[in-house]
């Protein structure tokens, strides 16, 4: 059966690769998405103390090693059962929403943007930061590179370094604020706040204002309905530091509600032997394949999904734009998966203004930052979980009583949401695709927006290591009927 | 007129620090791009491997190659980017040392199938990735894994290192000012980026002298902020560490985990560092004792409070470690 190669995948953290199968006429028979890497860290784990997790979890991925980090450190507290005084909560929290800003950013104008920015179907050479700044201009690209820097060096200041912190610990966080870095905070928070305001008056313009963006953000090529998962507060508000987790149907009813230690009551995965990336989806409904709908174990936890499932936002500014992003869509979750970049920005200024509450927060500058654990092992394990930026990140380790590592689970943001991306791509695909029309690369990038929406971190989802395998291959013949089956134990 | 030398970034198995390291120059890549074109890089901009392949040999000045060889495509990767480079350089602690990733050679390839694609999952069928999988449409490929993850320079010739996890922005900038100005280049097989000596000369704390009775972990003490953290009993790398990333750990209360990898002269950072717990043990108790078991006991007593020597010194350059397993 002819085939379109899209190797490697590009604008986006990871390696993956797309193969489409199309049929006589030229239409898409399949497609596959296949993740070609993995490193094992859920086995080269075992046996590193306990308080290494979050410096080892950082190299998962080296564009959020933040959320490992923070994941990391929660589990430690449970772990460890010692809660962090208030103000080391506090610091993490600031810490995680400057993260979050620059990361968001980091998407919009160099990973995701470009293809509306400079436009799906220009050059391949300008569909990049650079091709942005050169259509937006030096005075908005300034901005873009000054808001990744001010931010990355508070980062550096409050964790050690600008990629890889070092600052999380069982019982608190390594360092304290001073009263004389606070001023400093401040002002960057309100810079990020105006910078934030500045990228959706650009979507606005940009995207929202052009028909035919609008109109292939409201089409079928991107929709996909699923159930949403994302973290809340106790008064159902997005919260990407902690909370409940919160899943509801693709109607909006809520379907499920938990503290991560009881993920694995509500979250299975799936091998397919394609892929090294395993297929989790919600257990009580069950796998059905990767199709849409509320019989469907499939799930996603992105922007758009934690929108879904937060009943408002918790700063005054995000509010009204997802006020004014819901009106858009006429109530009800949101599934058009190209509204994740308008979501993205959303939770971009949430962040920012979070931000500044923290920044202004009297607590966060106490000196008490640190409880010191026992040393007791918490024989049930530990678990800690966060939002990051691609989805609900969850580290699930248990330590022998010298608080060495014998087991860890590992639950990623880009991995919740493996099947959906899988689905995505196919259905751009058979919409873009069709017989005796010419393939394109510019069509080929409108296939690769289909994952690109979903911020991949494709590193991140594949930290498991398989070892040598067993082999199992069967043969079908082309109506799909197995016709020999051998195996290698 | 003379077009801009062409430059390439890519990720072996890594986890994309190095290229938001990159990305970190923040104004300075405006610089960059008008005395360089960056022509593929995965992360940033659209080539394709067919763009790779079509390019002529050394028709790219200069690739920055990071992660670590663990995969078959990892190999092919680095075997096409040499062929396509005049100058090739290992970007960070996973293409010089193996990295994070290579601590999974201390457990051996063979261990994990059960664990990851068996246990903790519902696999009634017990599906498991394979290399080459027929479904109804066609065949699909993944690559296998080898049985050791190795740097970069055990697969092709490498010209530079720059080491770090990742490198800091600041050095980097300073090894791409120095490809793009046209000057000469150091003796090949240089490590750049980074200083010749130990994390310590960049460290801002006091240093006496002082030798420990015993090691602390992280979590049970709060460090005092001026005072050398290996004089605590905290285990620092910094004395097996090569300098360059301004020893920033310490500065936020934490020790160096040695992510710039041994000091110019060090091959093995581990056994470095094994050494200078042993230096700086205080042997007042032992001194004077005849029983060698005892003795063996009093050191083991000691050490014992750092629960995986291995892991804890050998975080970053493990490919390189004695204790390694093949």
Known sequence: ?489 | MESKPKLAIYWSSGCGGCEIAFANLHERLLSLVQRADLVFCPCLVDAKRQDVEAMADGELALTLLDGAIRTEENEEWAHLLRRKSRTLVAMGACAHGGGIPALANLHGRDALLERVFRDGTENPLSVVPEREVRVPEGVLALPGLHVRVRPVAEVVDVDYAIPGCPPESDHLWNVLALFVSGAPLPPRGAVLGATASSACAECGRKRSNKRVQGFRRTWELEPDPEQCLLEQGIVCMGPATRGGCGARCPSVQMPCIGCYGPPEGVYDQSAKMVSTLGAILDIAPIRGLRDEAEIADRVDASLDAIPDIAGVAGKFYPARSAGRRS
């Open chain 1, 1 to 489: 059966m002819p085939r379109v190669t899209i190797d490697p995948m590009t604008r986006l953290e990871g390696h993956g690769r797309i193969e489409i199968f199309l049929d006589a006429a030229g239409e898409v028979e399949n497609v596959y998405f296949q993740v070609p890497e993995l490193r094992g860290f859920e086995q080269f784990v075992v046996g590193r103390p306990a308080e290494d997790m979050p410096v080892i979890t950082n190299r998962i991925c080296g564009v959020c090693p933040e959320a490992h980090h923070l994941a990391a450190t929660k589990a430690l507290d449970d772990l460890f059962m010692v809660e962090p005084p208030p103000a080391a909560r506090k610091i993490r929290e600031l810490f995680y929403s400057v993260f979050f800003v620059t990361d968001h950013a980091t998407h919009f104008y160099v990973l995701g943007g470009p293809d509306f920015i400079v436009g799906p179907d220009a050059p391949a050479a300008q569909r990049n930061i650079l091709g942005v700044i050169e259509k937006v201009g030096l005075g908005i690209g300034g901005q873009v590179i000054a808001c990744r820097k001010r931010n990355h060096e508070i980062l550096k200041r409050l964790g050690g370094r600008t990629i890889h912190p070092a600052a999380g610990l069982p019982g608190g966080w390594s360092r304290a604020l001073r009263a004389d870095e606070q001023p400093e905070l401040e002002a960057a928070a309100r810079e990020n706040i105006a910078f934030a305001e500045l990228s959706l008056q650009l979507f606005d313009q940009l995207v929202l204002a052009n028909d035919a963006y609008r109109d292939l953000i409201l089409s079928d090529v991107y929709l996909h309905r699923t159930y949403s998962m994302g973290t809340v507060d106790g008064e159902d508000r997005l919260n990407f530091y902690d909370g409940a987790i919160r899943v509801v149907d693709p109607e909006g009813r809520e379907a499920a509600r938990y503290r991560c230690r009881e993920y694995q009551e509500h979250i299975a995965e799936r091998v397919e032997p394609w892929t090294y990336l395993k297929f989790p989806y919600l257990r009580r409904v069950g796998w059905k394949g990767f199709v849409d709908g509320e019989e469907s174990g499939v799930y996603a936890s992105t922007p758009l999904t934690r929108l879904n499932v937060s009943r408002r936002l918790a700063t005054p500014k995000a509010e009204e734009h997802l006020e004014r992003f819901r009106a858009t869509f006429g109530g009800g979750p949101v599934h058009h998966r190209l509204a994740t970049h308008w979501a993205r920005l959303i939770e971009l200024l949430y962040a920012a203004e979070r931000m500044l509450e923290l920044a202004r927060d009297p607590e966060i500058l106490s000196p008490e930052v640190r409880r010191i654990p026992s040393g007791e092992i918490n024989p049930a394990g530990g678990v800690g979980s966060v939002e990051a930026p691609r989805g609900t990140l969850t580290h699930h380790y248990e330590a022998d009583p010298r608080g060495r590592i014998t087991r860890a689970n590992l639950l990623v943001g880009t991995t919740n949401n493996h099947a959906v991306i899988a689905m995505s791509l196919k259905r751009a695909a058979e919409r873009l695709i069709h017989g005796g029309k010419p393939i394109a690369e510019g069509l080929l990038n409108r296939i690769e927006m289909a994952f690109r929406l979903y911020d991949p971190c494709l590193s991140c989802a594949t930290h498991a290591l398989p070892g040598e395998m067993p082999l199992e291959v069967v043969l079908r013949d082309p109506a799909g009927r197995v016709t020999e089956t051998f195996r290698r134990d």
